[in-house]
């Protein structure tokens, strides 16, 4: 399958440490990646690119619809236990977790884990 990314697109080496994570994301038993990328033509603009093992390709923020913290990411594996978000008067229980998910971090600020419900990705605020 060729999507057209890689006209498009660079792998952001140096945005984020590692730059790339790979998990079993939508629960089908295969590995996925999640990708940080910077646009060809002007070498900014970094976006987070799932490619699943389905063949899809997801844009974190465009299936999100809004910001998520940066700049820190790491795999939540799918039988780890996601606490109740720390925001005050929070009444969201944690999601159950269809596949594994990904924790978004910005130290010392907020964060956030982004997972697979089903459809697309969406996001579960932890807090500050």
């Known amino acids: 399958m060729d999507s057209g990314l890689c006209a498009d697109y660079l792998i952001s080496f140096d945005t984020i440490n590692p730059y790339y994570l790979q998990g079993d994301f939508d629960g089908d038993g295969r590995p996925d990646y999640i990708v940080r ?4 033509k002007h070498g900014s ?7 699943l093992s389905s063949g899809g390709v997801r844009w974190l923020s465009k299936d999100i619809g809004h910001k998520y913290p940066r700049p820190s990411w790491c795999v939540v594996f799918k039988n780890e236990a996601i606490l109740t978000s720390l925001f005050e008067n929070s009444k969201t229980k944690p999601p159950k977790l269809l596949g594994d998910a990904i924790m978004m971090l910005k130290p010392e600020e ?4 982004l997972f697979w419900n089903g459809k697309r990705f969406d996001i579960y605020w ?3």
């Open 37 to 40: 990328v910077v646009q060809r």
């Open 45 to 51: 603009g970094f976006e987070d690119l799932a490619l």
């Open 110 to 113: 907020t964060s956030s884990i």
């Open 126 to 128: 932890k807090g500050d």
